[in-house]
């Protein structure tokens, strides 16, 4: 007999998530959404268009405020997250590599390229970039099944994006991330497939349409 293929590492089925709103529905729907285990994929769409949302279900941290009904929801395994803000991914009060080994193996600091030095230090004394390094390894640590990066070079010069996707890149391995970005030509780089969410004619509700990273509507652009 052959290998069995993995389960998906998210599946949805007519999935509908709404905000408690007085004037109109906001929100997003999902016909169907099959994110494969081990995938890179981008999570595009304007401002407001439900990419924090659709990660919230997928993580399983939605606020009290949203309603979720579903036909299939399934995420399978342990979920991870890394925010834009490192500082608060991050004690202040304590060093790097110590937070680190509260959660796993302090290796994962070398496989995001931080040095031993860099790695005794306190998150104040990094820089941007260093520390967004050290908020991805952080989020792995625990080795998670899905890893969620959310907007996480929006604050860094270019130099400093290169490092943190290459990191990131390196570091997650096999582990499924899904990846949320407004910055096109971070998402071609790290990812191949992409979850555009658009928005439908004369309503405040969008809806997810997944493929290829250039036909999900990811101008050729690094803006």
């Known amino acids: 007999m052959g290998q069995l293929s993995p389960p998906p590492a998210v599946s949805m089925k007519h999935v509908r998530v709404r905000y408690d709103n007085a004037h109109h529905d906001v929100g997003i729907d ?3 959404l099959v994110i494969p285990a081990g995938a890179r994929v981008a999570l595009t ?3 407001g268009s439900g990419k924090s949302t659709l990660a919230a279900t997928i993580g399983g941290f939605l606020p009290t405020t949203a309603t979720v009904s579903a036909e299939s929801l399934q995420v399978s395994g ?3 997250y890394v925010a834009q803000d490192s500082f608060g991914a991050l004690n202040p009060l304590m060093r790097v590599e110590n937070q680190i080994r509260l959660l796993g193996d302090t290796s994962i600091l070398e496989q995001v390229g931080l040095s ?4 005794h ?3 104040l004394e990094l820089s941007g970039g260093q520390r967004q390094r050290a908020a991805i ?3 792995l640590a625990s080795q998670p099944d899905i890893i969620i990066a959310d907007e996480i070079t929006s604050a860094l010069d270019p130099v400093a994006i290169v490092d943190v996707l290459r990191a990131l890149d390196h570091a997650a391995g096999n582990t499924t991330v899904i990846f949320i970005s407004h910055h096109h030509g971070a998402a071609r780089f790290l990812c191949d497939t992409a979850i555009t969410l658009k928005k439908q004619p004369d ?3 969008f809806t997810a349409h997944y493929g290829p990273i250039a036909a999900a509507g990811a101008p050729h652009d690094d803006h």
């Open 30 to 32: 999902i016909d169907e």
């Open 45 to 47: 769409g304007p401002s």
């Open 116 to 119: 031993r030095d860099n790695a």
């Open 137 to 139: 390894a952080f989020a």
């Open 203 to 205: 309503s405040a509700i």
């Open 78 to 80: 342990r979920v991870g």
């Open 121 to 123: 230090k306190y998150p």
